[in-house]
């Protein structure tokens, strides 16, 4: 009872904050947005009201929290950013809770649970909307690094191949072993750490693709059973995104009005999936970060194939450094900081990391010696 009354009252807080928002938007599809979330909201706590009732009939609706009240003017003092990513917090945690609940009960999760979050999420992205202050900028950002994911996918792979194998070797130097045995081991750690990476990536985007198209197989469900809900909430996206209620709701109609058309639109505006990528190809993030780790792996490795004691340790070094300052001048391209900051910076960390292991191979050295 205790738990119910907490989410009834959850539910009345976040009704009077929407409707509350939306009172004092200028922009008036913002504004419409935010009351049909608070209508949406208002039919949660009749809901849970009615399900409260069941056991004590002459339970009464309570009304806005203070909290919810003092959030509010606090609002009106500091800014109203804070009540949206409060509310994308709530939402968030609404839908994991939903979801948990259904598959307790044995139930599929509808895809509708993250709907209201997928909303906020789109006001906070139409740079068109002017909602109070702009305050919904700061919500949710997405921001685009300059290179991409792919370049600092291939930045990160050949830095960890890098840092880690030059530890290594450095590592087995410190304790004096034979050239041999330092190349053997340089080899077997650019080996071992690269398929290593190949399988991490490789089960990380097939988890990625399997998880997409079980959200598109539950999207596809829900069109079936319940379009005009999926209608509802595709029009409210797009006046999330600026459009006009009423444009907003004929595109939407439109869209509904053929199911494979709906399903992909769906997909992509809902759950932020593109299914002609549906994350990409498993084997190929699998063998590029293979490759990648490879490459910087093998930069410590290389002078061991020709020379050996100290002149292979200093090559070795020399070339690690160049090849760590290479890799922290191309992570500027995407932290934006100076390419002599994030060059030297690499270096640095690399140093110390080949530092630790030297020292601690060396000191093992010399116990086995001794």
């Known amino acids: 009872m205790a738990e ?41 706590v009749e809901h849970f009201l009615a399900k409260m009732r069941e056991t004590k009939p002459d339970f009464q609706l309570p009304p806005p929290s203070r909290r919810a009240r003092l959030q509010f003017k606090l609002g009106g003092i500091f800014g109203y950013d804070f009540i949206i990513a409060n509310l994308s917090s709530v939402e968030r945690h609404m839908a994991i809770s939903t ?59 050949a830095n960890d ?50 998880l997409f198209m079980n959200q598109i197989a539950l999207e596809a469900e829900e069109l079936e059973a319940s379009p005009e809900h999926e209608e509802l909430e595709l029009a409210l996206i797009y006046q999330a995104k600026g459009m ?45 970060s293979f490759v990648l780790f490879a490459l910087g792996a093998i930069i410590p490795v290389i002078p061991f ?7 292979a340790i200093y090559i070795s070094l020399s070339l690690s450094v160049l090849g760590l300052f290479g890799i922290g001048s191309a992570t500027s391209l995407f932290t934006g900081r100076t390419v002599w900051f994030s060059g030297f910076r690499q270096v640095l960390f690399g140093l110390v990391a080949a530092a630790v292991t030297y020292g601690v191979g ?3 050295g010399v116990s086995i010696a001794g």
């Open 305 to 311: 194939f020709f020379t050996s004691g100290s002149e």
């Open 161 to 210: 191949g890098l840092l880690s194998n030059m530890s290594l070797v450095m590592g087995v130097a410190g304790a004096a072993l034979a050239n041999d045995t330092i190349l053997l081991t340089g080899l077997a750690g650019l080996l071992a750490g690269a398929i290593s990476m190949a399988l991490g990536e490789w089960l990380s985007v097939q988890s990625s693709r399997e």
């Open 362 to 364: 060396h000191l093992i």
């Open 244 to 288: 006009e209620k009423s444009k907003a709701q004929e595109m939407a109609h439109k869209i509904m009005a053929d199911k494979d058309t709906a399903l992909d639109t769906l997909v992509r505006e809902e759950l932020g999936i593109d299914q002609s990528e549906l994350g990409g190809s498993a084997w190929e993030a699998a063998l590029t």
């Open 4 to 44: 119910k009354s907490e989410q009834l009252q959850l539910e009345v807080d976040t009704a009077f904050l929407y409707e509350s928002l939306a009172n004092i938007q200028e922009d008036a599809s913002t504004a419409e947005v935010l009351r049909s979330l608070a209508g949406i909201e208002r039919s949660h």
């Open 99 to 157: 979801i948990e609940q259904k598959l307790q009960h044995g139930e599929k999760p509808s895809g509708f649970e993250h709907n209201h979050l997928k909303i906020l999420e789109s006001l906070s992205h139409n740079s068109s909307a002017n909602v109070s202050g702009g305050f919904l900028s700061k919500m949710e950002g997405r921001h685009k690094s300059v290179g991409g994911n792919a370049l600092r996918a291939a930045v990160l792979g």
